[in-house]
């Protein structure tokens, strides 16, 4: 049977205009009115190495966003990158879904594709960063999963060795298939869309998936969006930095030396 892998993004605001989002302090929303958005950094690193082991092995690669409609820009830009098809999960039910009713909306997406072998997700996102998503996945599908991934080593289509970062050195794990992975950016380097690739892109199928592909899965409409979420955000607090500015004057040299035993009072040296 030919390989399948599944990669899951997420559509995130780009870390380069984080200054234009606020946070709704009632719902403890993100608002990203106005920002730019993107495919979350890592999910690229996650694609990169699905098309890698696609250009070894051969097979299909899929990807799915569960997002609001303009989340079918990722999908674009991913099948622009090389990915075989796409799909989107959209619907108004999803609205508010916690990482746990993502997962479970995901997980049905990914059966609506059919049988998978591998599905590699980034670590974490840009914006909320839980790095939940990837093992709730993996317990939805009923496979095994592993975190923290920086190499991927696939001899065959029946098992993977990974390389999983741990503090002060990483583990070897070998996994058999299927599994869900989440994977680190030291993983690869992502390759761009090419302007041949943006043309093929245009013409690769994208699925437009609502509720009613979660319950031909047997999720039931109230274990979706707000309902079927068993955290809330009851507080956001914004931290707040205070800086203290000392002016140094004189010549280099004294200047130098006041900062140093600045430095040394302070303890920082
Ligand atoms: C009570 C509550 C309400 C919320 N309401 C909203 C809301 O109304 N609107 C909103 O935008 N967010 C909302 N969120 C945030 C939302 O839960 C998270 O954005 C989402 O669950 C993903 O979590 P994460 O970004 O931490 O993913 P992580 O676990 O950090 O992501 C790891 C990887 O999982 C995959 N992944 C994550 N999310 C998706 C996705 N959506 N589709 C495909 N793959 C994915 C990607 O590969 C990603 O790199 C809410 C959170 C809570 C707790």
Same mark, same amino acid.
């Given at each position: 049977?030919?390989?399948?892998?599944?990669?899951?993004?997420?559509?995130?605001?780009?870390?380069?205009?984080?200054?234009?989002?606020?946070?709704?302090?009632?719902?403890?929303?993100?608002?990203?009115?106005?920002?730019?958005?993107?495919?979350?950094?890592?999910?690229?690193?996650?694609?990169?190495?699905?098309?890698?082991?696609?250009?070894?092995?051969?097979?299909?690669?899929?990807?799915?966003?569960?997002?609001?409609?303009?989340?079918?820009?990722?999908?674009?830009?991913?099948?622009?990158?090389?990915?075989?098809?796409?799909?989107?999960?959209?619907?108004?039910?999803?609205?508010?879904?916690?990482?746990?009713?993502? $997962?479970? !909306? @995901?997980? /049905?997406?990914?059966?609506?594709?059919? =049988?998978? %072998?591998?599905?590699? #997700?980034?670590?974490?996102? *840009?914006?909320?960063?839980?790095?939940?998503?990837?093992?709730?996945?993996?317990?939805?599908?009923?496979?095994?999963?592993?975190?923290?991934?920086?190499?991927?080593?696939?001899?065959?289509?029946?098992?993977?060795?990974?390389?999983?970062?741990?503090?002060?050195?990483?583990?070897?794990?070998?996994?058999?298939?299927?599994?869900?992975?989440?994977?680190?950016?030291?993983?690869?380097?992502?390759?761009?869309?090419?302007? $041949?690739? !943006? @043309?093929? /892109?245009?013409?690769?199928?994208?699925? =437009?998936? %609502?509720?009613?592909? #979660?319950?031909?899965?047997? *999720?039931?409409?109230?274990?979706?969006?707000?309902?079927?979420?068993?955290?809330?955000?009851?507080?956001?607090?914004?931290?707040?930095?205070?800086?203290?500015?000392?002016?140094?004057?004189?010549?280099?040299?004294?200047?130098?030396?006041?900062?140093?035993?600045?430095?040394?009072?302070?303890?920082?040296?």
């Amino acid at each position: 049977m030919q390989l399948h892998i599944v990669v899951a993004v997420k559509q995130v605001p780009d870390p380069d205009h984080f200054d234009g989002l606020s946070v709704d302090r009632r719902t403890g929303s993100i608002s990203r009115a106005g920002v730019p958005l993107i495919i979350n950094p890592l999910d690229r690193h996650a694609l990169e190495e699905a098309l890698r082991i696609k250009e070894r092995l051969g097979g299909t690669v899929s990807v799915i966003t569960m997002g609001p409609p303009l989340a079918r820009r990722i999908i674009e830009d991913a099948l622009a990158m090389g990915a075989d098809r796409g799909a989107i999960l959209c619907d108004p039910s999803f609205a508010g879904s916690d990482t746990l009713a993502t $997962a479970r !909306i @995901v997980s /049905a997406g990914i059966r609506n594709f059919g =049988e998978f %072998d591998l599905v590699i #997700c980034g670590n974490e996102t *840009v914006d909320s960063s839980t790095g939940q998503v990837p093992p709730q996945l993996a317990e939805f599908l009923n496979v095994v999963h592993v975190t923290h991934v920086r190499r991927i080593d696939m001899p065959g289509t029946e098992r993977i060795i990974v390389e999983r970062v741990v503090e002060g050195g990483y583990l070897t794990v070998e996994v058999k298939l299927p599994a869900v992975i989440s994977v680190l950016k030291t993983i690869n380097t992502f390759r761009l869309p090419s302007v $041949a690739g !943006i @043309v093929e /892109a245009a013409g690769k199928e994208i699925r =437009e998936l %609502d509720a009613s592909a #979660c319950r031909m899965f047997g *999720v039931g409409d109230h274990e979706l969006g707000l309902e079927g979420s068993p955290t809330r955000v009851l507080e956001v607090v914004e931290s707040t930095m205070k800086r203290n500015a000392l002016m140094m004057t004189g010549e280099p040299e004294d200047v130098a030396k006041q900062l140093v035993v600045k430095l040394r009072e302070l303890q920082v040296i």
